[in-house]
């Protein structure tokens, strides 16, 4: 066997887990998927990077490897361009697949740091990035209005979507 290949222990899968992401928002058709590799064919980030493959997190899932897929980053590689749900041939709706495995995994505090990283922006400046006078007097060149920070309407939507575990993971890591 190469250093490549690993050896899977099916006595952690969890059997229960498909049907978990099935009751979940966007995971209803979860089990329509026949692993045909549609959406992997005309997915633009499988184009470019061999970590995100949809068939494969979809088999994963229907497998029972939660651990491996909810700890994993491929499941968040999602561009969202829905070129796979137009294409899928049993309207598996991928997207809201990966949405509803996403979600799963934040509930239980599967959260990358990037996303960690711009929540805090988020919180900071109501927007990902700073906007500082140089922006805002480049803008008054194009006779454009200055841009301020919403960081009230962001910080109530935050405050009323942000789950329980986000917030905590935050504080973690503050």
């Known amino acids: 066997m190469s250093d490549e290949e690993t ?4 006595s952690t899968f969890d059997p229960h887990f498909r049907d978990e992401i099935a009751a979940e928002p966007g995971g209803e058709h979860i089990r329509r998927c026949f692993s045909c590799s549609t959406c992997t064919a005309g997915c633009p980030v499988a184009g470019v990077t061999d970590k995100y493959n949809p068939r494969r997190i979809i088999h994963m899932a229907l497998l029972g490897m939660r651990e491996q897929v909810l700890t994993s980053d491929f499941v ?3 561009s969202v361009c829905y ?14 697949l990966m949405n509803a495995i ?15 990283v711009q929540m805090e922006k ?3 400046h109501g927007r990902l990035y ?12 194009y006779n454009l209005p200055p841009i301020h920070e919403e960081k009230t309407a962001v910080q109530q939507i935050l405050n009323k979507t ?10 973690e890591e503050a």
Do not use: M
Request: hydrophobic content about 25%.
């Open 122 to 124: 988020l919180r900071e």
């Open 130 to 141: 700073e906007i500082d006078d140089y922006e805002n007097e480049r803008r008054a060149e």
């Open 83 to 96: 070129t796979c749900y137009e294409r899928c041939p049993q309207d598996v709706r991928i997207p809201e």
């Open 7 to 10: 050896i899977i222990d099916a």
């Open 76 to 78: 968040w590689l999602c």
């Open 102 to 116: 996403r979600n799963i995994a934040v509930r239980e505090g599967h959260i990358p740091s990037t996303f960690t």
């Open 162 to 171: 942000c789950p329980e575990t986000c917030a905590e993971k935050e504080e």
